[in-house]
């Protein structure tokens, strides 16, 4: 069973920059498609990027493509989110998530495993 760890969250001005990590635990870690997702207070969860097992096909939502990067190193079992240009509306929690089926959905209701969450605000 994968367990997923968050980190890299933290409070940045507009126009700046972070970059999430997202640590999995166990060996099946290639076998699973991997997502990042966001809540912000009152709205719902919102897709923000996925990648395949290979690491081949990545995905993005509207509203970070072209700002937003997900990667990912197999060999560290870990996901990554490089999120420049930040905006206050990027302001939410990120999670991270494991798709067993290996294919990128933009549903989080697919999605098998989920990290508990890192902080992400964006000051104007």
């Known amino acids: 069973q994968v367990q997923l760890v968050e980190s890299g969250g933290g409070l940045v001005q507009a126009g700046g920059s972070l970059r999430l990590s997202c640590a999995a635990s166990?060996?099946?870690?290639?076998?699973?498609?991997m997502g990042w997702f966001r809540q912000a207070p009152g709205k719902e969860r919102e897709f923000v990027a996925g990648?395949?097992?290979?690491?081949?096909?990545?995905y993005y939502g509207d509203s970070v493509k072209g700002r937003f990067t997900i990667s990912r190193d197999n060999a560290k079992s870990t996901v990554y989110l490089q999120m420049n240009s930040l905006n206050p509306e990027d302001t939410a929690v990120y999670y991270c998530?494991?798709?067993?089926?290996?294919?990128?959905?933009?549903?989080?209701?697919?999605?098998?495993?989920w990290g508990q969450g890192t902080q992400v605000t964006v000051s104007s």
């Open positions: 166990g060996r099946t870690f290639i076998s699973y498609a």
């Open positions: 990648i395949e097992r290979s690491g081949a096909n990545t």
């Open positions: 998530a494991a798709d067993r089926s290996g294919w990128v959905r933009t549903t989080g209701a697919y999605y098998d495993l």
